[in-house]
Structures are given as structure tokens and as C-alpha cells.
């Protein structure tokens, strides 16, 4: 006779082995029609079609029970559907749902930009070495190459992608502007919040005297061709020369740093230069999870939670685990589900529900290492060439200049 291990039945139908216990007494008793196989002193539920269609409805019904129970139902707060346009909603709803992902650039609105325009300014004067004091540096040195490349441009336009505070760029900024060569300055970013406290900065630093472009763009797939086109591709070409910086390494906390790589490339002219500067995969950076202000501040900071917030989902929901995976390189931190939710979502014409179970783990925050071998390569495969390579002094950051490769007319298409 074939019939069920309550184990079997534990795995199958992932429910508790007091569940099963309990089904076996029912049937005993006469409550429940299963047909049971008895060995020994013990009692098994058969292994047939019956039982199977009895166990699948006694398991919908007491997902029903469980969660009308103990299911936490959650609203997103009034301040996620402000702060957030139908699309970018949409977009959330659906990395939630399809690939349980809080998406990391969601976190530099409001609050969450605020944040982190405070914790920028503070590295800058923290004391200690950092990413920003690094890529400082490393920006300073390769003013000369800088310099070198732009000779014999009348015009310098300095385009700052995924715009931070705009800290890092001052020093690159003023130098060109005592030049008297700086044409235009640029910002893009996909938060709107970011972008003002960048020209807010910059106001202050110049006195008023230096304009911001401002542009909303999601790197992630927008390209930004047109706002660079009458310098990149028209009669001024020959006169100015357009430096492009994606400084401070927010190409790794991209969800696919090639497809960033690629909007650039195909926004670039010819002539035009991109600085990158990223941490380099060391020991020290692969257990660096700190984003906090302050000391006594949980392990996840204002900005790394703030999806979370928005969503309602409150610290007592999960716990916190950080990580990192030596085989695709990844860093993460993520929170763990203690408890099942359901999050509804409602916009006109649009409702949608989702579901999270207990155990679920969440992204909300996550960065690709790179070896200078990984991000050669990333470059190269992305259609660039390299023109300088320069580390900072304490060889936890590395700093490149590229520009498009020039096709010879024997390649393809």
C-alpha cells in the first residue's frame, strides 16, 4: 500500500507537522473522508486521487484561515503616492512582485535624498579616508590628463551623471571655470530631490555664478543624447568637448551595471571623455555595510530603509541580514520577513495586491565588486577605450577615463 510519511506531507504541502497529526485524528474520529493506512500502532494518510483532492482543499482552506488570522494587511502611506510619479509606482509594484526587490534608486527622494546629501558632506569632512575623499583625490590627479585631452577645446562642458551632492566635483568644477573654458555645467539624475540639493550646493560654492542644467533621466535605460546634441553632434562640435563623471561608484549599485554602461555610451559623441571612479574589491570593502550618521542608529540607515517605510513595513516585521556572495561578487543586505503581509496598491484605474510570506527575503540594498580586471572588461565590452588608469594612494579606489573606440571601416555593424 502506498501511502504518505508525514514528512512527505510537511514538504508537499508546507504545512506544519502538527497540521498532518491532526488530519490523521480527524480521520480517525470520522470528520475528515481520508482513507488511512494503518502500521503498527501508527496511521498514515494513502498515497491516492481521494486523498489528494482532500488534502488540497483542506490546505486552501486553512491558507484562508491563516490568513485572515495572522496575514498583517498594509497600505503604503500617503507620502509613497507623493513622492512617486503612476510609472515609478508601477515599476516598484512590480520588481516587488515579480522579483521581490525593493528598487535601490527609489531611495534618493525626500527624505531618503536629504539623508543622503547629509551623510555625502559628512565623509567629506569625516577625518578618515573614504569613497569621497578617495575619488577627491583621485579626480585632482587626473586634472593634467584632463587638461591634456581638452587643449584644443575652446568649450568644456562637464556633465555630471547620477549627480550625489556634487561634492566630489567641485574641485574639477573651479578649475575649469578659472579657465574661463567651462560652457556649461549638467546635471542628471533620476531624483528630482537630488538634482536641487546638487544645484543648491553648487549655488553656494559659486556664489550664484555657475548655472545648473538640471535633467530627470533614469539612467538605468533613458538616454540623454538630446541634451548634449548641439555640443556632441552639431556646428559646435569642433569648439567644445563634452567630460562626462560617474564619480563615487553608483555604477555598482546599478541592477545591471552594463545596461548604464551602454545608455552612456549611446548618449556620447565622439569626442566626448567619461571618468568613473569605484571602490576596488578588497577585504575592507567587501565587509563595509555602514551608511549611518550616526553611532547609535540600527544597522539600516534612513535611506536604505526608506521603501520600507514608505510600504509600512515596520522593524518589527523582519530582520536584517547582510551578506556577501564570492561566486557573482555581490554584496547585499536584505530584509527578512518574520511575519506574512499583504501590501494593497491602489491608483485610479489600477488596484494590485501582493502577498509576501514569512521567510521572504527583500533587497533594499546591494553592490557589485569589481576587480580592475572586471571593470576593464565592463568597459571594453560596453565600446569604450581606456585612456588613463589611476588608484588613490591608499589603493582602495580606482579611477578611469574612456572614451568612445573609434570603428575601423572593416567592422561590422
Known sequence: MKYFKNVDLVQNYIVSDKAVRNWIVSAQEGKLDLHL????????IIDDLHNKAVLDGLVIRSQKYKNKRSRLELKPTKEFYTLFDRHQII??????????ILPMKYKYFGEGADYWNK??????SAGQRNLITNTIEALG???????????????VNIVNLCVGSC??????????????????FVAIDISESMLSFSEKNINEWFGGKLLTEKYVRDLGFERFRDILARDSFGLDAKETVNLLFLVGGPLVNFKNPQELLSTIYNSMGKNDYLTIT???DTERTRRFFDFNLKKDE???SLHDGLLLKLLNIEPSYYELEQSFDEKSKLRTMAAILRKDLSIAFELSNFKKKINLKKGDRLPVWWSWHHSDEDIIARLTTAGFDIQSILKSSDNQLICLTVKRQEKTNDQSL
Open 119 to 124: 551623510y555625502l558632506h559628512e565623509l567629506v
Open 91 to 100: 515599476e516598484i509594484i512590480e520588481e516587488l512582485d515579480c522579483r521581490r
Open 37 to 44: 493506512h494503518q502500521l503498527g500502532n501508527k496511521h498514515y
Open 278 to 280: 569605484l571602490k576596488r
Open 298 to 300: 540600527s544597522l539600516l
Open 141 to 155: 590627479l587626473e586634472l593634467s590628463h584632463l587638461d591634456m585631452v581638452t587643449a584644443t577645446y575652446p568649450n
Open 167 to 184: 561634492n566630489m566635483l567641485k574641485e574639477t568644477l573651479c578649475h575649469f571655470k578659472e579657465q574661463e573654458k567651462l560652457r556649461r
